[in-house]
């Protein structure tokens, strides 16, 4: 059976060029919506398109201007009993924070899946048709349902919670932790590691057009205080630590973080390690900061972000919602 799939464009290197099939150089967000799915349609992918451009950019500018139009969009396909799936393409720099927003705030009860590539489009080897293709069979399965959002790269699906890049460069950049990936996927087959785990399919979250200000500070040897106070400013209302190790950060910066967060501050404490689990410790009672186990930073910063917007401020609360992430 032919499945219709809406299929979301933001750019990114899927839709990049290089002028050149060996040129290192390129533009990301080159190929519109249009022109993508006419040379998909050749293909002969069992399933037929319908395309709406977001944006047409490298992923490292997405922000909220491209999120407030993205979501909206994917939740009128979700409605449309017209669309069986939907694909957004996106630049894989930020592709993990798009996808972990989306899984927080989107029912679901259809599969939403991202892709992008790592080569661009005239590039020798480019991924991203593999990749898309493979995106349309995750996309027309109804079993994907269930799910939240999934990310496929390479021959890999991803729970929108566990993806992350994790090299800069080749096609096998992307990695899954703590659960590496759910399916493995080809044009052709689909294999799935379990049952769908948000069987309720409603979504976690509201959706809140104005995030508000969250930093990632980057801790390392020889940190201080000084410019932890400069870096976090005026307006923020959280901040993530990339901690040392397992959430650590040096004593000063630590006793500058306390004093924050006794002026109503949210304190989150993550690795900059890579596969980083960091747990609650004794002196986060004390001190009101959470712990971020398995996300990495630039998670944990969407999901103190959506709990600040969803006014889930009491550090109970939020290391409970950590605690199931
Ligand atoms: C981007 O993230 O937009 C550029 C890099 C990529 O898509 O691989």
């Known amino acids: ?40 349609g050749g293909l002969g992918l069992g399933a037929e398109f319908s395309g709406r451009q977001i944006a047409n950019i490298d992923s ?16 009128e396909a ?11 393409t996106h630049g894989t720099d930020t592709l993990e924070e798009t996808a972990f927003l989306l899984d927080l705030t989107l029912p679901a009860s259809k599969p939403v899946v991202l892709v992008g590539a790592m080569r ?27 799910r939240g959002v999934l990310v496929v790269m390479g021959d ?43 069987p309720d399919a409603v979504a976690q979250f509201d959706w809140c057009d104005a995030l508000p200000e969250v930093v990632i500070l980057y801790a390392h040897a020889a940190m201080d205080a000084v410019a932890v106070e400069r870096m976090i400013g005026q307006d923020a209302r959280g901040v993530v630590v990339a901690g040392v190790g397992e959430g650590n950060m040096p004593e000063v910066v630590r006793q500058e973080l306390v004093r924050q967060r006794a002026s109503g501050l949210h304190v989150v404490r993550a690795s900059r390690a890579d596969e980083g ?20 930073p630039q998670k944990a910063r969407i999901l103190l972000q959506l709990l600040i917007a969803n006014g889930i401020t009491e550090p109970a609360a939020i290391q409970r919602v950590f605690d199931g992430s």
């Open 78 to 88: 979700l409605a449309d009993d017209d669309c069986d799936g939907v694909i957004v």
């Open 120 to 146: 661009p489009a005239d590039a020798v080897g480019y991924d991203g048709l593999r990749n898309f293709a493979n995106a349309v069979r995750v996309a027309s399965d109804a079993d994907a349902a269930g």
């Open 277 to 296: 689990l960091v747990d609650r410790e004794a002196e986060d009672d004390a001190n009101g900061f959470t712990a971020a186990r398995a996300l990495n």
């Open 1 to 40: 059976m032919t499945s219709r799939i809406t299929v979301l464009a933001t750019g990114g290197t899927i839709a990049g060029i290089a002028g050149s099939a060996i040129a290192k150089d390129y533009v990301a967000g080159q190929i519109t919506i249009e022109d993508y799915l006419e040379e998909v």
């Open 156 to 198: 890999r699906v991803f729970g929108a919670r566990d993806v992350r890049k994790v090299r800069t460069r080749g096609t096998d950049a992307f990695r899954g932790f703590p659960r590496e990936s759910v399916a493995l996927v080809t044009p052709s087959s689909l294999e799935w590691f379990g049952a769908p785990w948000r």
């Open 60 to 75: 490292a500018d997405i922000g909220p201007e491209v999120w407030n139009a993205l979501h909206p969009a994917v939740i």
